[in-house]
């Protein structure tokens, strides 16, 4: 696979990793959050951070 299809794909894993993160955080019951819910909050992050890292270093080659 090209760089440029390697980076498009990686944009697709971040979005789909943003769009985790954004229904965890929705689903967050403040004042009182469940432990699940923070819980899944921690792993969209921690995913989202992983994705995002990916797609950086993905642009990172296709910008040499």
């Keep these: 696979m090209d760089t440029a299809k390697q980076w498009y794909a990686a944009v697709k894993d971040w979005q789909r990793a943003r769009d985790e993160l954004t229904a965890a955080i929705a689903a967050i019951k403040w004042p009182n959050p469940t432990r699940d819910c923070l819980d899944t909050y921690d792993r969209a992050y921690a995913n989202e951070s992983e994705a995002r890292d990916r ?10």
């Design 55 to 64: 797609m950086n270093q993905a642009y990172e080659r296709v910008r040499r």
